[in-house]
């Protein structure tokens, strides 16, 4: 079974630019989320998707953060514009539906904002 | 909101040792989860524990939860190179898998 996939593996850009990353969680897995994962830190969750609806973005800045689940599969999160303190591991896990207990995640995002 | 605090952060032992690491939290939970994180692999999800358990096992992990005390603690024997990893509590509150991550925990097997 192929996991989830996250590309790409690594960014650095510049503060005010913008930059987006791309999820393909696990085939048939309804429910997908983003976290933002500070060198030291662990996962803070982001929002979570259930099939291409929001369950919950209460986390998310979304004064610059904004996310999308077309069709329900695959996910985009971008920023724009991009902060010093954006810099981080993106990672996106999915699970089977929003009551299923074990959440498989991808290999992340890195973003180095300079 | 970050809500586990793992305990001690950090942890160097020897390979054959058991390895015990604690979590503790502020509100009720639905259940707790640990997940082990290397380069190698990510973030992986290792074991399960709902509120109204106090005990379980999984191969060579065996997880407590004292809800009484809100803390959980995580013993992994018999510890290999393999085992070298930072390993995360996290905490469900309302049982609908919105996980509260801790800091997490470094462990260092030496062989």
């Known amino acids: 079974e192929a996991g989830v996939a996250q590309s790409p593996r690594y960014k650095i850009i510049e503060k005010r630019q913008s930059v987006a990353f791309w999820c393909n969680p696990i085939s048939g897995h309804a429910t997908l989320y983003w976290y933002q994962q500070i060198l030291g830190q662990g996962p803070k969750l982001l929002i979570q998707?259930?099939?291409?609806?929001?369950?919950?973005d209460s986390q998310l800045p979304k004064d610059r953060f904004s996310a999308e689940r077309l069709k329900g599969v695959d996910s985009t999160l971008k920023i724009q514009p991009a902060k010093l303190e954006d810099s981080a591991v993106y990672l996106c896990?999915?699970?089977?539906?929003?009551?299923?207990?074990?959440?498989?995640f991808g290999p992340g995002t890195r973003l180095t904002v300079l | 909101s970050q809500q586990g605090e793992e305990d001690p952060q950090a942890l160097s032992i020897q390979e054959g040792e058991n390895a015990t690491m604690n979590c503790s939290y502020k509100?009720?939970?639905?259940?707790l989860q640990w997940y082990r994180q290397n380069s190698g692999r990510g973030l992986v999800h290792l074991i399960l524990?709902?509120?109204?358990?106090r005990e379980k096992h999984s191969g060579r992990l065996r997880v407590t939860l004292d809800t009484s005390k809100k803390s959980s603690s995580l013993l992994i024997t018999a510890s290999r190179a393999a085992d070298t990893a930072s390993y995360f509590c996290a905490t469900d509150a309302g049982g609908n898998n919105r996980l509260a991550f801790g800091k997490g925990n470094q462990v260092v097997v030496i062989p």
């Open positions: 524990i709902r509120s109204n358990e």
């Open positions: 896990a999915s699970s089977l539906e929003v009551l299923a207990d074990t959440q498989y």
């Open positions: 998707f259930q099939n291409n609806g929001v369950v919950d």
């Open positions: 509100t009720s939970i639905n259940n």
